[in-house]
């Protein structure tokens, strides 16, 4: 017993960590598609976005706790967030970053793909900051014929 927890615990525990590592023992488990996209020196104006693709898809207002006066946040009043659907890919949008997601790994449609080409104009970079650190790097994908 390790940690006073028994040995089929610490044997998933460890599976759990050999995935999240990318171990090739796991190799043949797909992970889920994500990707978060950024803006750096322009905030996007989400209602208007929201408006844009709702024309295509379906755009729902994400409810977010409001910010009380002893928050000390530098984007407490940057919270707004609205989630756009194509037929497999979902994106939360707000201000400064959108992450594009599936539920279930499927083939991207033609809907996804231009949802997914809109999101990528609008929020042009794959990290954070202009500095050097925090990449996000997109999941492979398929495209359904």
Excluded at 106 to 128: A, G, K, Q
Aim: proline share 6%; with cysteine.
């Amino acid at each position: 017993m390790i940690g006073g927890c028994g040995d089929k615990w610490f044997g998933s525990r460890r599976a759990v960590t050999q995935i999240l590592r990318g171990s090739p023992i796991h190799s043949e488990l797909k992970r889920k598609y994500s990707y978060v996209r950024y803006t750096w020196w322009r905030e996007v104006d989400i209602d208007e976005l929201g408006g844009e693709l709702s024309e295509e898809f379906e755009v729902k207002p994400v409810n977010v706790p409001e910010s009380t006066i002893y928050e000390l946040s530098l984007y407490k009043n940057a919270r707004e967030e609205s989630l756009v659907k194509a037929d497999t890919v979902g994106v939360y949008i707000s201000r400064f970053r959108a992450v594009l997601f599936q539920r279930d790994r499927v083939p991207f449609t033609s809907r996804d793909m231009e949802l997914r080409s809109r999101i990528l104009e609008v929020y042009p970079r794959d990290r954070p900051s202009p500095f050097p650190w925090a990449f996000s790097e997109e999941e492979p994908f398929e495209v359904a014929q």
